[in-house]
């Protein structure tokens, strides 16, 4: 439960990331706001907390009911509104670096002075997101992965400003969280895990566009020799293609063809119905 002094906990974005945060926050025991910019995607959020708080529940795996969880959140549209009263806002927005700038200068101004600014960007400069506020000292990545309730690990990574005293508090609510944390200490393009997990990916598909291996190959190779729980192309489609692309636009290599195809046909994985598999028909299978 809650020992720190952070108490009301504000997560910007609804969706995947942002809605498995705010569950593992109200759970933790926090009292959470979840916001997005419609109502609609707020409701969609809170309807998969519920699906998920149901599934812990059923299998022993809360302290409270899931009802008391869902009781500590609210959901809001109104920025300015969800984080008067936060002590801690974690953005998981889109990954667009101006509009995370222009999001984390709003918030800026709507926050409690104490307020700690977190991102959850995949892999941005937390150092040109904190530069956007007059408070850069207390912005700092929480880099969580998908889905975050069944996911251990959180990336903690320091911008060149952020202070002693809030990677403290990052690492104790992360713990708090019941999370593993990796502290990273250099704030460069994609972290840690994404610099490493990436090129699993893109090696799949390297090798798929010179015909050298096929998706169910390469993910059975992965799943059966090597014990993943998915191969890289059914870990690109759950955690969506376009985020391995935008990933490389970023740096001075490119990405495999047989990425960037998916991307221009919106094929973008189990988020879309369809990537490398077809996720409304059955899904991966690659029993060799
Ligand atoms: N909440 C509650 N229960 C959940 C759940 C959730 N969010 N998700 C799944 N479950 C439940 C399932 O419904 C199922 O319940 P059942 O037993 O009653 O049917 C149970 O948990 C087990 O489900 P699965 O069989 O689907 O789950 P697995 O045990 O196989 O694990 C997985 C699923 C954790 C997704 C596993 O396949 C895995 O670890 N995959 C790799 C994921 C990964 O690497 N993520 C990181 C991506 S990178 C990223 O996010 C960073 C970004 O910057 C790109």
Do not use: C
């Not at 699906?51 to 059923?58: A, I, P, Q, R, V």
């Not at 936060?86 to 307020?115: C, G, W, Y």
């Not at 000292?137 to 998908?146: C, R, S």
């Amino acid at each position: 439960m809650v020992e720190s002094d952070i108490e009301n906990v504000t997560v910007l974005g609804a969706g995947s990331m942002g809605h498995g945060i705010a569950e593992l926050a109200a759970i933790a025991g926090y009292d959470v706001v979840v916001r997005d910019i419609e109502e609609e995607l707020v409701a969609d959020g809170l309807e998969e907390v519920e699906w998920s708080l149901g599934k812990l529940e059923e299998k022993g795996k809360l302290d409270d009911s899931a009802d008391a969880v869902r009781a500590r959140m609210t959901g809001e549209t109104d920025l300015a509104a969800a984080v008067a009263d936060a002590d801690l806002v974690v953005e998981a927005i889109p990954e667009n670096l101006d509009l995370k700038r222009d999001t984390f200068a709003e918030v800026d101004d709507h926050a409690p002075d104490h307020a700690i600014l977190a991102s959850n960007t995949s892999g941005l400069s937390i150092t040109a997101i904190g530069a956007a506020t007059d408070r850069p000292e207390q912005v700092v990545g929480t880099h969580f992965f998908n889905p975050p309730v069944k996911m251990d690990l959180v990336e903690v990574v320091h911008g060149e400003q952020t202070s002693e005293a809030t990677l403290t508090a990052a690492h104790e609510f992360v713990a708090d969280l019941g999370k593993r944390a990796i502290d990273v200490k250099r704030d460069v393009h994609g972290f840690i895990v994404n610099n490493v997990m990436l090129p699993f990916i893109e090696e799949g598909a390297w090798m798929l566009a010179d015909g050298d291996a096929t998706v169910r190959q390469a993910d059975a190779a992965m799943v059966y020799q090597r014990g993943y729980p998915m191969g890289p192309f059914e870990l690109a489609d759950y955690t969506g293609i376009d985020i391995a692309y935008h990933f490389r636009e970023d740096t001075d290599l490119d990405s495999p063809p047989t990425i960037a195809e998916k991307v221009e046909a919106d094929d973008l994985g189990k988020k879309t119905g369809r990537g490398f598999y077809d996720w409304e028909g059955d899904g991966p299978d690659y029993e060799p």
